[in-house]
């Protein structure tokens, strides 16, 4: 394999500058740049930068409402941070189902986002959350909705002069509703068949609020606006919720593949929204 | 660019491709299991090959993609795949094998009980096994046979089947909580 050059700056200009108008690949946790680095006879990229030394993007911090995760925000810490597990335990949910424990060490919330693709496990529940993406480059720093973030199959709207430096969402509040599902083979270092999120606000039992989302079923995770939409406004029931999931089931387009039948995965996708719904809204599902 | 003279005919490739250039090698210092470590290495060479090159052999090499864990470490007290960081990221950091947890003459009490448990069959997932279960132990001093089995979900045992290994780590989490006043 071609050799790179390597650099580890302190903070984001530095980082920035080491990027400017070089051929350059950020690493960090490494989960995913070392086993794909085996496959690259080229070599990733002629610099590669090292982004763990950057205290600017540590950090999980709360205020007026949004939650601020820094780029290297690892999967451990979902299961470990105080404002996390208040704000959205959706998040330590998922986490618990990530890969392993070794992997959620160094795996970073950041690089799921970036290299994950369609089976990136942190991705759904940050959907339902309507979280954003903070980006910063020499010229600037802007904020893109995650789901306007995701452009396809590995595919994103990031430029090649940016980092990530965050991620933020808006508080769900104390008193929200959600569910996540991750369907995989195994409990453990598995591949997602099937992941599902649903974040619900509820007030004075009608559903004010919803964000539900689906992971492995399309190109990237997506966001099911028809089934948040049918929910909205409604004090739900079985028949309602039925209605969300085969609209959460309309908007995915698996594929076959060794883990299971895209036909298989349709069906899930109806079952799996219906049970996280009733299940947060405590609605009894008599054929279950 | 140099790439247009490799289109030429098969005869002149040979003669004009690049002149090989090995990779800069690169500076690194950090500790293993308290030892000062100086070595140099080209910047793509992974941890796991760095510790092993330098006679680190117990960090095992297993699948090189971090789904196995055979390579198992503590950096920074943090348990990590070795074969998932490159060399030049551990510049500075503490690593630990699983011989900075207890050596031959001096065995940890998880060791003990892995040997006392037959947790051990081939031995070859054993050292990241043992790491792992150490920063299971440290964060979580009493788990339940679910939490054991969710901490050494990322190690990877092909003889065991995991019984025994579960009850080894379940054996010395009893006995290292009865020491507990007495080792520290």
Redesign the interface.
């Given at each position: 394999?071609?050799?790179?050059?390597?650099v580890?700056p302190t903070s984001i200009s530095a980082t920035l500058k080491a990027a400017k108008g070089r051929s350059t690949k950020f690493?960090a946790?490494?989960?995913n740049?070392?086993?794909d680095?085996?496959h690259q006879h080229d070599?990733p990229a002629k610099v590669?930068i090292?982004l763990?030394r950057v205290s600017a993007l540590q950090g999980i911090s709360s205020s007026k409402g949004v939650v601020k995760m820094g780029a290297l925000t690892t999967m451990?810490d979902f299961l470990t941070n105080k404002i996390i597990l208040k704000e959205a335990p959706i998040l330590a949910a998922m986490s618990?189902k990530f890969?392993?424990?070794?992997?959620r060490?160094?795996a970073t919330l950041a690089g799921n986002i970036i290299d994950g693709g369609p089976a990136a496990d942190a991705i759904p529940p940050l959907l339902a959350l309507k979280a954003k993406v903070r980006l910063a480059s020499e010229k600037g720093r802007r904020t893109v909705d995650l789901d306007k973030f995701l452009t396809g199959y590995r595919q994103t709207a990031i430029r090649s002069d940016e980092l990530i430096t965050a991620v933020t969402f808006p508080s769900p509040g104390r008193s929200h509703k959600w569910g996540y599902y991750k369907l995989a083979r195994r409990?453990?270092?598995a591949i997602t068949v099937v992941g599902v999120a649903v974040v619900l606000k509820v007030r004075r039992k009608k559903v004010e609020e919803a964000g539900i989302s689906l992971g492995s079923v399309t190109a990237a995770p997506i966001r099911c606006y028809e089934a948040e939409k049918i929910l909205e406004g409604n004090v739900v029931d079985l028949e309602l919720a039925q209605k969300a999931a085969e609209a959460c089931a309309a908007v995915a387009t698996p594929i076959d593949d060794i883990r299971a039948s895209a036909e298989y995965r349709k069906l899930m996708c109806e079952v799996l929204p219906r049970r996280l719904i009733c299940q947060a809204l405590d609605i009894s599902q008599d054929n279950e | 660019m140099k790439m247009a003279t490799a289109n030429k005919s098969k005869r002149t490739r040979k003669s004009s491709a690049p002149a090989y250039v090995p990779p800069k090698k690169l500076p690194i210092s950090f500790t293993v299991n308290g030892q000062e470590v100086n070595a140099e290495a080209p910047a793509h060479t992974t941890l796991l090959y760095l510790l092993r090159d330098l006679g680190f052999t117990e960090v095992k090499n297993g699948c090189e993609a971090g789904d196995c864990g055979a390579c198992t470490i503590l950096l920074d007290g943090l348990a990590m795949n070795a074969c998932c960081a490159l060399g030049v990221q551990a510049e500075g950091r503490e690593i630990t094998t699983v011989k900075g947890i207890g050596t031959v003459d001096n065995l940890h009490p998880i060791q003990v009980k892995f040997i006392e448990h037959g947790a051990i069959q081939c031995g070859f997932c054993t050292p990241g096994m043992i790491v792992a279960a150490k920063e299971l132990l440290d964060l979580t001093p009493n788990p339940s046979r679910h939490e054991i089995k969710a901490g050494i979900a990322g190690n990877l045992c092909r003889c065991t089947g995991y019984v025994k290994i579960i009850d080894a780590i379940e054996a010395a989490a009893e006995e290292l909580s009865s020491k507990k006043g007495k080792r520290k």
């Open positions: 394999m071609r050799g790179f050059d390597f580890a690493i946790g490494g989960t740049f070392l086993p680095l085996r070599g590669v090292d763990m451990t618990e890969a392993g424990p070794i992997i060490n160094r409990n453990a270092m | -």
